[in-house]
């Protein structure tokens, strides 16, 4: 790992002091905000050559399509008898699907995904699956989210472990950004690192709760910072009033440590966030729905020079058992013109390029539509790759419809490898040491 | 018996040291309750929690859909004319369940917020942690319900029971696939994790052992008519196998004897409990006391808990105010601190899902990381935010909705002869939050932000004061 310079060093110090501290905590940078820098600086020497200052480093957005979107209606085989024989009631008619090459094409209302796989910037990668398929939404969510085997329980996220081995100690809105109202196990880690939120709005301190909310807001500022050096807290000094037994309390500074930390961290990220947010709206209207709305955000973000290298948001209402046809339609149309909005977006900003999207659903839909015209869990699904770095195309191979494990598709590239390949040829991230063995890379950036 | 466990002299018992007992043993209490501790003397405050009165513990469980109501459904489910009707029915069972689901979770908030046998709950909810069995796949809140039940009546009972206890219990049986588990195809689910997740640690075992142990506990079955267990003979494999070195046509209770009388059973155990009780990442050699101390107790909770909670150990300040508190402990704690009672069902759904603690829903087998893990730059500020909105009630801090408050017992928590002065004050209250007295640093600022008050000191200034107290690093600490 290289070292940064000391002249670098202290440069960024001063920008730190500056420019995200304000006045406040002038006279001593803590340990920990060093460490930021330092890991900041090698990331970048390891990785892009350059200090990701927020307005450089290639981010990822990982858009979850929760409860089994069906693969087969979104990239439709209609070229594949098989697919409306299996489906007299549900298969979308050939003149509407928007064909890319002479097997599948697109949902009909994908055209703007059609139109970016068009302009070069939309890959599908077809077949998306692992071996022992799980068809229960909660543990086979699990399996996508930690990247584990499917007879193996972890409890690590795979973003959790790219961010411990890429970056320690830092301002935690600089690991990971997920917009919805809980971590996603991906960001799973001993030690949590990326934050999350629903609105931005709540991710702060809400002093007017007070009677006083000026001086409860001063007060909660000045005490959510590490403690001076040499300062005694609450916990080491207690330790000789109240203990009675003997042994100092040596491991009491790290705990306490790590909340000063976290709670510095999050002061930090709620402030940075919100003076980014405050600065504007998207100049893009987006669909006014929660993928809408999420997107927005992370563009916002984006557009503001948040260092944050991974977003994650999600799409609900994918568990299509009955009735399907409208709901999926409705599910399309919102991704579609969610995709689109974020992409006109990152456009106007410059920094399309510098974003990859990546969406993933827990699992595909049976081949066969079943007795309510809907779809029950399946296995293996395409899934799309986005962005102005990626190389458009259909990669893997769109799986037989007719050569069947259990009713349902067989995988034939593991999602793993599309894992991998964000990792190492997008993040620059050591994809083994994140997902515990080599998977073989895809060329889609 | 081993030097570790020697006990506290009796002369060093104080109010930190009772309020300590009171926060792990229990969920924490007011300075009443405290002092009451500290009266008895600590034989007696030890004994009120493993000796409680179990019996006027009477928390009648909420309705839900038994077992004989699934049936009706699923019999009106099969019968109805048409998918879309057999839908229906199937939204109109699954609304009851995410009712019941609702109603379970708060019912036993309440109880660990207002029982009479605080360890019992507190036991109940190591063992949630340890089995880690999620509706999320169980997908039947009366089972769930039957299993809460069964490790309470467990909790501070034998250890090899327990573990005897659970492999019958039918939410585990549906958790692990032991209902799927054939002579012809048993399934090696519960048999791993039995080992690995309950009882021993990866690597105390072979594969061959899982493979074994798996053909003994074939034949588990659940009744759909009633929810209760049965043994299916037919299904069961009697034939011999090997299994940690021995021979015999094993049930899968051998098998639990084998386990437990392995010494690495009361090592993997006696580490979790060290963890939940005392602190993290215990020494090997506190380990192996408290190991040793389970088997001269032959695996018996009660007995063990007795000594440790006894111990000089126990009381150390790497324990004391060492601990981050789990968000139901937040939760349960704080409420019991401020003697009001828990927010309305819609407020404990909303944070404990948002810090991370979704009773019945565990994030995986291996339960919650707990420690460190509850802590995050967004659970961090929600914790904030959630002790604001206990304060003042203002619910736009939850996100909306019309927020009952809750009457804090200001007059209790801060008399008028502890007003006129902001030592006074902040003392007597500092006390009650944090049981621990205030570092420097902390206290200056309190007394900065009381000074700028007029004593004596109004209501408002005393709720902005728990307010900005429990808005602290320290405060996640018990």
């Not at chain 1, 979850?64 to 594949?80: E, R, S």
């Not at chain 2, 060093?12 to 003397?41: E, K, S, Y």
């Not at chain 2, 150390?316 to 601190?337: C, D, E, F, L």
């Amino acid at each position: 790992m290289k070292r940064p310079s000391p002249r670098t060093l202290h440069t960024r110090r001063d920008f730190l002091r500056t420019s995200i501290l304000g006045g406040a905590l002038a006279p001593t940078v803590p340990l920990f905000l060093e460490k930021t820098f330092l890991c900041l600086d090698s990331m970048a020497a390891e990785t892009t050559g350059q200090y990701p200052t927020g307005k450089d480093a290639t981010i990822l957005v990982v858009l979850q399509l929760a409860g089994g979107n069906d693969g087969l209606n979104t990239l439709v085989p209609y070229a594949d008898d098989a697919y409306y024989r299996a489906r007299p009631r549900i298969a979308l008619p050939r003149k509407e699907i928007l064909t890319l090459g002479d097997y599948a094409g697109f949902h009909p209302r994908l055209s703007a995904l059609k139109s970016l796989y068009g302009e070069g910037h939309l890959g599908v990668v077809q077949g998306v699956g692992y071996p022992n398929p799980n068809r229960s939404h909660f543990r086979s969510t699990e399996i996508w989210q930690t990247a584990s085997n499917a007879d193996r329980n972890e409890s690590e996220g795979w973003l959790g472990r790219y961010f411990d081995n890429c970056c320690g100690g830092s301002d935690p809105s600089s690991a990971g950004v997920a917009i919805g109202g809980q971590t996603p196990q991906a960001f799973a880690s001993p030690t949590p690192k990326g934050i999350a939120f629903t609105s931005p709005q709540q991710f702060r301190y809400m002093s007017e709760a007070a009677n006083d909310p000026a001086a409860a807001d001063t007060f909660v500022r000045e005490m959510n910072q590490p403690s001076d050096a040499g300062a005694p807290s609450l916990s080491e000094n207690s330790g000789g009033s109240i203990g009675m037994i003997d042994g100092p309390a040596d491991d009491m500074g790290s705990t306490m440590e790590f909340l000063q930390r976290t709670a510095l961290g999050a002061r930090m990220s709620s402030d940075r966030i919100l003076s980014i947010l405050r600065k504007g709206t998207s100049p893009v209207s987006y669909p006014a729905s929660q993928l809408g709305n999420s997107l927005n955000l992370v563009a916002r973000l984006i557009a503001g020079g948040l260092p944050t290298r991974v977003y994650y948001v999600s799409q609900g209402g994918f568990d299509t058992h009955a009735n399907q046809l409208p709901g999926h339609d409705r599910l399309m149309t919102d991704l579609n013109a969610g995709l689109a909005s974020f992409t006109a977006d990152l456009k106007a900003q410059g920094n399309f390029g510098r974003v990859l999207l990546l969406t993933f659903s827990e699992f595909g839909r049976r081949v066969a539509e079943n007795g309510s015209a809907g779809t029950d869990h399946g296995a293996a699904a395409p899934l799309f790759v986005m962005g102005g770095g990626v190389k458009a195309g259909l990669f893997g191979k769109y799986p037989s419809l007719t050569d069947l494990q259990d009713g349902d598709l067989k995988f034939s590239t593991d999602f793993r490898s599309v894992y991998a390949t964000a990792l190492e040829n997008w993040l620059g991230a050591p994809s083994e040491k994140v997902l515990g063995r080599k998977f073989p890379l895809l060329p889609f950036v | 018996m081993t030097m570790m466990f020697t006990p506290l002299p009796e002369k060093l018992w104080n109010r930190t040291l009772a309020a300590h007992l009171l926060n792990r043993a229990g969920f924490g209490g007011t300075p009443d309750q405290i002092d009451l501790m500290v009266a008895m003397g600590p034989d007696k405050a030890v004994a009120s929690f493993v000796d409680a009165d179990e019996e006027g513990d009477l928390f009648p469980a909420p309705r839900m859909v038994e077992p004989s109501l699934r049936m009706e459904f699923r019999r009106r489910m099969k019968e109805a004319p048409d998918e879309f009707a057999r839908r229906e029915i199937q939204r109109e069972l699954q609304h009851a369940d995410t009712i019941s689901m609702e109603d379970l979770r708060v019912w036993w908030l309440n109880r660990m917020r207002y029982t009479s046998d605080p360890l019992r709950e507190k036991m109940t909810l190591f063992w949630h942690g340890h089995f880690a069995t999620s509706n999320q796949k169980v997908n039947d809140p009366w089972l769930m319900l039957v299993q809460n039940e069964t490790l309470r009546r467990n909790a501070l009972g034998k250890i090899p029971s327990l573990l005897k206890d659970i492999s019958r219990d039918p939410a585990m049986i549906r958790w692990l696939d032991l209902g799927q588990s054939r002579r012809d195809h048993p399934n090696e689910n519960f048999a791993r994790e039995v080992m690995e997740l309950f009882s021993l640690g990866e690597g105390h075992y072979t594969e061959q052992d899982i493979q074994q142990a798996a053909k003994a506990f074939t034949g588990y079955r659940i009744r759909p008519e009633t929810g209760e267990f049965r043994f299916e003979e037919k299904d069961f494999d009697s034939s011999e196998k090997s299994f940690f070195g021995q021979a015999g046509p094993f049930t899968g209770d051998d098998i639990i004897d084998m386990i437990v009388a392995r010494p690495q059973c009361a090592r993997f155990i006696g580490r979790k409990l060290w963890t939940f009780f005392v602190s993290p990442e215990p020494t090997d050699d506190q380990v192996s006391d408290l190991a040793a101390l389970l088997q001269a107790n032959r695996l018996d909770i009660k007995p063990t808990l007795t000594t440790l909670f006894r111990s000089a150990a126990f009381f150390s300040p790497k324990a004391v105010h060492h601990q981050i508190k789990g968000p139901v402990q937040w939760m349960i704690q704080s409420t019991r601190m401020l003697g009001i009672p828990l927010s309305e069902a819609r407020v404990l759904e909303a944070s404990l899902s948002s810090l991370g603690q979704v009773l019945f829903a565990p994030p995986n087998v291996k339960g919650w990381d707990g420690g460190r893990a509850w802590i995050s730059a967004s659970s961090l500020l929600y914790r904030y935010n959630l002790a604001s909105y206990l304060l003042s009630g203002k619910a736009r801090i939850l996100g909306g909705g019309n927020g009952k408050v809750a009457v804090i017992p200001l007059g209790e928590i801060a008399p008028a002869e502890r007003r006129t002065g902001p030592d006074e004050l902040l003392d007597h209250v500092a006390f009650r939050v944090f049981n621990v007295p205030p570092p420097p640093r902390e206290r200056a600022a309190f007394l900065t932000f009381l000074g700028k008050k007029p004593a004596p000191y109004s209501d408002d200034v005393v709720r902005d004061l728990l307010q900005i107290m429990m808005g602290t690093p320290e405060y996640q600490l018990t």
